[in-house]
């Protein structure tokens, strides 16, 4: 095609390890047809008060939505599948994913109330063409059922998507990784690889799904009273390890926690975890305390789920106790440290024996460290390294290594980069808008939004709200402050700290001149800025100010 590209443009996932977004487009500038890879979120934190989930916004792709022949996902992990039912409304591009992934993209998306969006399934290492894109599932592994890399073909070259993946020589479920595609692909010729950088600092390799069932098989074994294993639910592998360890240690296993029941479902749908009975809640509680083995949500410390639940004693049908112990099958998350370690403390306080990672190795990484690269890169000789799945950091360094590795080129995209593949050298050839979009209660609202602006400075620094009655140019009423977010030095909320900030309210009033009580505006800059200061002076915080005027 006469003035055809081959472009990469990732949305999400340059910048953050989470909410990939990935597209990739080809033909001439005025009519390029496009796919979409992955759609994923990344969760809250302090800085986003009340918001839990955050995507990248797809304005960008909005624009030539039509041109989208199709949105595809490598698997099922929240940080690439979890904005579908929020973001295809505005793509509206047919869906494609292997079974597993596709059973739990169909439930985000009837959660939606989309069910009539089209979902397709693509059976592991199938090969489809859509528009000018010919695209190859290649089996992977990684840490959840079928984790897909995607060659994608086109007139200007073959590009090996990685999606998420490592070298594990021996999985538990699923297919082993297709050491022998790559090779084929690496003869055929390959332009670029997208690839995943999570663990590029890390040396060595990431460890197999079967090291993490021998470690969890001998924890297990020294365990007496009841046990509770936590892990990821969407590690169905770990899954599996755990109902082996419970079967060679006579416990029957229990699934706590609504994700758990989920993915075992997705995972049962599809075929895995045959072999395998779970007992319900009330039959766990009559069974001696040696015979029973919980499996539950909760690893991050999510304040709702399973584990946090058991760990108050709050939670209806699972109750351990002294002897009992909490197994973590998983790893900490950065930025979960605290409230991980908030259960922590208060299973130790009730005497519930704790085993982690520290003591077992009963975790290991779904993403590969650098032998794993080195081994990746050796079989695939991409002309073009384009690391992804990463903070800076990651990207940075990612691309060094790959360098390092005889790779002729090396780039660093960030979010929002336009990268132009082939023809010709592989060149930043835009930059578009890219931005955050957070889930704030139901509605999806930009991360610059006012009102997540006001949220954070009223939770920071408090509110006052400030009234005041005005009829034929004089004040009737007030001016009366109401406080929100302030208390006396006895814990009570705010009441004779107050009176300065009363009296700098009056006194603003006071300041004005006859004329100035037709102006609502100078009336409010008065009242708002002699409060402020007034409160900073009294409480050193500079709280939000509203001021209402009612006139008569
Ligand atoms: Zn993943
Ligand atoms: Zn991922």
Known sequence: MKGAELIFAPLGGCREIGMNLNAYGYGPPEDRRWIVVDVGVTFGDDSTPGVDLIMPDPVYLESFADQIEAIILTHAHEDHIGAIGWLWPRLRAPIYATPFTAYLVAEKLRERGLDDAPLHIMQLREKRTFGPFEIEMVTLTHSIPEPNGLAIRTPLGLILHTGDWK????????????????????????????????????????????????????????QTGRVAITSFASNVARVQSSCEAARANDRSVCLVGRSMLRIVGAAQSVGLLKGFDFIDPADAADLPPQHVLYLCTGSQGEPNAALAR????????????????????????????????????????????????????????????????????????????????????????????????????????????????????????????????????????????????????????????VSVVIAKGK??????????????????????????????????????????????????????????????????????????????
Not at 372 to 379: F, H, I, K, N, Q
Not at 408 to 435: C, K, Q
Request: charged share 30%; net charge negative.
């Open 310 to 465: 058991i760990a108050r004693g709050d939670h209806p049908s699972v109750k351990l106790g002294e002897d009992d112990t909490v197994i973590f099958s998983s790893r900490v998350i950065p930025g979960n440290e605290r409230a991980i370690s908030e259960i922590q403390n208060t299973l130790a306080e009730r005497n519930i024996k704790l085993v982690t990672a520290r003591q077992f190795d009963i975790h290991v990484s779904g993403h590969p460290c650098r032998d794993e690269l080195r081994r990746m890169y050796m079989w695939a000789r991409p002309q073009i390294a384009v690391p992804v799945h990463g903070e800076r950091r990651h990207i940075m360094e990612h691309a060094r290594f790959a360098k390092s590795l005889q790779v002729p080129f090396a780039i660093t995209p960030d979010n929002g980069h336009v990268i132009r593949l082939a023809p010709g050298p592989v060149a930043l050839i835009d930059e578009v808008p890219v931005g955050r979009l957070h889930v704030d209660g139901e509605v999806l609202t930009s991360d610059k939004a006012g009102g997540m602006w006001e949220r954070r400075k009223m939770a920071y620094n408090g509110h006052l709200a």
């Open 167 to 222: 070298i594990d020589p021996d999985p538990i479920i699923g297919e082993d990784f297709d050491q022998a595609k790559i090779e084929e692909l690496g003869r055929e010729g390959i332009l670029a690889m997208v690839c995943d950088s999570t663990n590029v600092f890390e040396e060595g390799e990431a460890g197999s799904e079967g090291m993490a069932r021998e470690a969890l098989r001998r924890a297990v074994a020294e």
């Open 475 to 552: 004040i009737e009423d007030g001016p009366v402050v109401v406080a929100r977010g302030f208390s006396e030095p006895d814990g009570r909320p705010a009441d004779e700290s107050m009176e300065p900030i009363d009296e700098a309210a009056e006194g603003a009033l006071a300041g004005l001149k006859r004329g100035d009580f037709g102006d609502d505006e100078k009336i409010e800059k008065a009242l708002t800025k002699a409060v402020r200061r007034a409160a900073e002076l009294q409480f050193g915080k500079r709280p939000l100010v509203d001021v209402t005027i009612h006139r008569i």
